[in-house]
DNA sequence: ACATTGACCTGGGAGC
DNA sequence: TGCTCCCAGGTCAATG
């Protein structure tokens, strides 16, 4: 579920808490086997550890505290949210215990999320984040970037777009609706991208990423941030989840194809 | 190296 | 009500 603009929604929403957390007094797993299994010593490691900040990396959360990263991934279906008592709902795999009394839940139904843990600052070395591309909202996220990895590039420039090595966050949702801010076919090669494309293609990922974060998020089905709120920018999309509507530029029908499995949303009469 | 496909897992909605 | 089928915001391994 969860792109760059949701995965940031909940980074800000736990580091605003975070301050009155205290230290980690109990961590309980109830089921380590996501989609890959829990550290056996997750528990024992954190015992103690105050987390001393709230950040993200592509589409991962870190948590970093005195002496570890710990890494999460929410997958398609993960959420963490802060629950009051030991609740416990189906689907919650992992809950951190603070001395104030806070809990934090990680809730995920199709386990496709991940909790790791690493050394303290070093998880650009882990194998997670190796391969990852550029951040979107970086100055690094920029044409003569983009165009040299692109080059000779027959792949569709939607899935280019949701390709993690090339840049990062960007997924189903996003990628439909920043080729239509910038005007660009999504089945385009991505080599054929002018340096003008380019351009476009990149200011429009930057303003889409940003207005979904002042929107809290889109919220499809399940996503909810830490607070268990929904997000708002489902009511801003253009194109995604629109097949057969008309487009709100040019009235032409919103146009639905399969790009490497995913299901892209588009305007023929926008888009060319 | 690159492009494409299926697998991972569960739940919800559509159709019968 | 219940069954089957298809779909879902992500990533990775396997295949040409």
């Known amino acids: 579920m969860p792109e760059l603009p949701e995965v940031e929604t909940v980074c800000r929403g736990i580091e605003l808490k975070r301050p009155a ?4 007094e109990a961590v309980v797993v109830h089921r380590r086997d996501l989609r ?5 010593d997750f528990e024992s490691q954190l015992k103690g550890q105050k987390i001393f900040r709230v950040r993200r990396r592509a589409k991962y ?3 970093d505290t005195d002496d570890y990263s710990v890494l999460s991934h929410l997958g398609m279906s993960g959420s963490w949210r802060f629950a009051n008592g030991s609740e ?4 919650d795999h992992c809950h951190i215990i603070f001395s104030n009394g806070e809990h934090l839940v990680f809730h995920d139904p199709r386990r496709f999320g991940l909790i790791d843990l690493c050394a303290l ?4 070395g882990t194998k997670w984040f190796k391969h990852l591309g550029v951040e979107p909202l970086d100055s690094h996220f920029s044409v003569s970037h ?8 027959t792949t569709p420039i939607k899935t280019f777009l949701m390709d993690q090595k090339n840049v990062v966050g960007v997924g189903n949702i996003y990628a439909s609706e920043a080729l239509f801010l910038a ?5 385009c090669p991505a080599g054929k991208l002018s340096s003008t494309s380019w351009s476009d293609l990149i200011k429009s990922v930057k303003s889409t990423l940003r207005q979904a974060i002042r929107h809290g998020g889109t919220t499809l089905r399940d996503y909810r941030n830490s607070d268990g709120e929904v997000g708002a920018y489902q009511r801003e999309l253009h194109v995604y989840g629109r097949e057969g509507a008309a487009c709100r530029s040019c009235k032409a029908k919103i146009r639905c194809v399969s790009l490497s499995g995913r299901a892209t949303y588009w305007c023929k009469g926008c888009q060319k």
């Open 121 to 124: 600052g070093q998880d650009e």
């Open 61 to 63: 959360i870190i948590f």
């Open 146 to 153: 983009m165009l040299k990895l692109a080059q000779k590039r």
């Open 183 to 187: 005007k660009i076919n999504p089945l």
């Open 21 to 24: 957390l205290g230290a980690i």
């Open 36 to 40: 890959t299994l829990i550290p056996r």
């Open 88 to 91: 416990r709902l189906k689907h």
